[in-house]
């Protein structure tokens, strides 16, 4: 049975993991808040983008000219992996790497190669994938928007010079504080877009200048740039937001083990003093006796 002491130093050690649980938490829901900030302002301009090539699909007289909707025979295909760098956020790594795995062993008809982002994902695959191409770490939770255009030329630039056929990315969607959806979508070649009747009649009477395809060449890097970056902030957000409730729910269990551990010490000292008492009481009678 633990002594007093061990139970006095158990008490200790709990609350300052408590401490740092609380502090991490609080942390975790500064860079949240403004996580879920740069998301909303994102998706918007995200959204505007995909309205823009709809309208010009349906106005455009051309077929559609540009490198990145060239739909080719799937040889050789790029998965891009984005967790985080850092642990303690409850199961956002393992989840997405789950369902990772699943999509390889679906895809094991073609020549897969690997782009991670996240020193979780480097140290998970290192040893279990042998065709890492390029790896992307230390974000820090945060977006940096020179190495996010650096990764987006990195990637556009295999597939318009045919070193891959598809490139597809997998990371972890940012619904609302208590939802996060993990998806694995693909990221090129571009969907080529279509609209509905009433956009068509809408942009029918556009005149394009300069040409649909001159607009395609300025339009779609700055498509690329934006579909990358906001994958990366609802990474980055749903991160912080797991790592919050994880923080969160570790700081509630300290609370309940020093409680916990409070009764236990209580109920030793309590029968550690009865027993003195006994026998201080068994002492005095046998003198007396």
């Known amino acids: 049975m633990a002594t007093l002491r061990d139970v006095e130093k158990r008490i200790r050690t709990v609350k300052s993991t408590r401490r740092i649980t ?38 455009s007289t051309a077929e559609i000219a540009h490198p990145y909707f060239e739909e080719r025979p799937v040889k050789k295909r790029t ?18 790497l789950r369902k990772t795995d699943k999509w390889l062993k679906e895809h094991q008809d073609t020549d897969i190669e690997m782009v991670v982002v996240g020193k979780r994902a480097n140290d998970y ?16 939770g945060a977006i940096d928007y020179g190495r996010a255009r650096g990764l987006v030329t ?33 990221y090129l070649p571009v969907p080529r877009p279509e609209a509905s009747g009433q956009e068509s009649s809408s942009v029918s009477d556009y005149i394009f200048e300069p040409s649909s395809e ?31 409730m994880a923080m969160g729910n570790a700081t ?25 008492l006994l026998e201080v009481v068994s002492g005095a009678e046998a003198l007396a006796g």
């Not at 996580?35 to 309205?51: C, F, G, I, N, T």
């Not at 042998?130 to 820090?140: A, F, H, L, R, T």
Request: overall charge negative; proline content about 1%.
């Open 79 to 96: 998965l891009v992996v984005i967790v985080s760098d850092r642990g303690l956020c409850g199961s956002f790594n393992s989840n997405l």
């Open 154 to 186: 990195y990637l556009t630039n295999r597939f318009v010079t045919g070193e891959t056929d598809e490139i597809d990315l997998a990371f972890t969607r940012f619904v609302s504080l208590v939802r996060y959806n993990i998806e694995i979508e693909k």
């Open 214 to 244: 001159e607009i395609y060449g300025q339009l779609m890097p700055s498509y690329a740039n934006t579909k990358m970056i906001t994958a990366l902030l609802e990474s980055f957000a749903s991160e912080h937001g797991s790592r919050m």
């Open 125 to 140: 695959y290192k040893t279990r994938f042998d065709n890492i191409v390029e790896y992307y770490g230390d974000w820090g």
């Open 252 to 276: 509630r269990n300290a609370g309940d083990m020093v409680d916990s551990l409070t009764l236990e010490y209580n109920k030793a000292r309590q029968a550690q003093i009865t027993k003195e």
């Open 22 to 59: 609380k502090a991490m938490e609080m942390v975790a829901a500064a860079k949240l808040r403004r996580s879920q900030a740069a998301v909303e302002q994102a998706k918007p301009y995200a959204q505007k983008l995909d309205e823009m090539l709809s309208h010009l699909a349906v106005g």
